[in-house]
């Protein structure tokens, strides 16, 4: 697991140069061509640079906003804390603020720029859907895309990427995320079971999150379709589909 | 004048090879001693928990009252065990005198719909999560730790500075046999 983290910490830094440098090549040639020649590299820098930095930093309060996720509340969402508290004990994990999404489709994500400034993000729906066990085993899998550093990536991809060009969010992320997760789900509840149960249920749900923006769209555990259909089958396209991710962790 | 310096840059970096892996184990260790902690962080706060459990289940189900009993009996034997044999059975014997008092609700339908008793119904249910997952995650450690003790390089430094193995958590032999629920 900890080879998956250094793969994904390499790629949010080749995405945060390629962002730096697009964005000091464009102001550049905008300076250049207003006659700041000489001032324009430095500026350029400057711009680039502070941007990548307040997208490092916003990322995930964009994608929250984005979302429109609330605080849970520990006392009427008991279970909720309760189960990722377990986990984070079981992973040796940071517990992540958990936030709710009033929507009917079951879906979740989590956002963060590292293990210790994480949200988990949960629809109200998943939460009426899936029973003890299986919700389990969907906040494993989360807790599984913060442990392995998923969510840096995923987050700046929402502000570098998601933002400016969506069509390039699924040449940010990379290879096989959800199966990744899956696995390292199980390694942490020691159930297979319970996510294959899990897993099964979001496909056979034909419902879909309403408030759906382009630029969170890959962040979902389940690919939101309709409207954005090319868009969602894009974000999995380097990732098993869920009738083959529910195969493999049969196999364990 | 060379063969002087060249002695110089292999102390050098020896010494730094061996700060490494030191501090490596000592890391590892802690982790082990913290792990521990936590499991008994979680086994107090069931056992906080329970005299709040018997006294709202007495408050609709009184004449149960040998269910109760077992479970306040569960509750001071697992305080009073010594020994991890005695421990993991008293442990194991509490975990199904919860279960049996669980049960109760499904009789007693006022019972069922009281708040408090819901609430408290899961908070236990979840510290026994949190207890089974602290010792998963204590094993994890010890795990880790032990490889690195018995592996090179790491292994020539353990014996040098006293960094013994520890032994995993196992459950107790009747831990292994199903879990009674007497109604």
Partial sequence: ??????????RAWILTSVFVLAIGLVVFVVLA???????????????????????YRSSDAVALRL????????????????LVEGLCIASGLPKPAIHLIDDPSPNAFAVGRAPKHATLVVTTGMLDLMDRVELEAVLAH????????????????????????PGLVPFALGERRESSADSSAVEMTRFPPGLISALEKLRDDTSVVRVNPRAIAHLWIEAPIGAHRPMA??????????????AVLREL | ML????????????????????????????????????IDVQLTRRADLIPNL??????????????????????????NASGPQESANADNQLSGALKSVFALAEAYPDLKANQNFLSLQETLTGTEDKIAYARQYYNDTVNRYNT??????????????????????AAGGSARGPVEVSF
């Fill in chain 1, 67 to 82: 979302s429109g996720a609330t605080p849970a509340d520990p006392a009427e969402r008991a279970r909720l804390h309760n």
């Fill in chain 2, 3 to 38: 063969a002087l310096i060249i002695v110089i840059v292999l102390v050098v970096v020896i010494g730094l090879v061996v700060m490494v892996l030191y501090n490596g184990l000592v890391g590892l260790k802690n982790k082990v001693e913290a792990a521990w902690a936590q």
């Fill in chain 2, 54 to 79: 018997v006294e709202t289940v007495k408050g609709y189900a009184s004449h149960e009252r040998e269910t109760l009993d077992a479970v306040i009996a569960a509750r001071n034997a697992v305080q």
């Fill in chain 1, 142 to 165: 989360e807790l599984s895309h913060i442990k392995n550093h998923d969510i840096l990536v995923s987050s700046l991809a929402v502000t570098m990427v998601g933002l400016i060009a």
């Fill in chain 2, 148 to 169: 690195k003790i018995q592996t090179v390089p790491s292994s020539l430094l353990a014996g040098m500075f006293h960094f013994t193995e520890r032994e995993y958590f």
């Fill in chain 1, 1 to 10: 697991m900890e080879a998956i983290a250094a793969e994904r910490t390499r």
């Fill in chain 1, 233 to 246: 089958e894009g974000t999995r396209m380097f990732d098993l589909p869920l009738d083959e991710r529910i």
């Fill in chain 1, 33 to 55: 061509l207003v006659g700041l020649r000489s001032a324009a590299v430095l500026i350029a820098a400057l711009v680039a640079g502070g941007l990548a930095f307040l997208s």
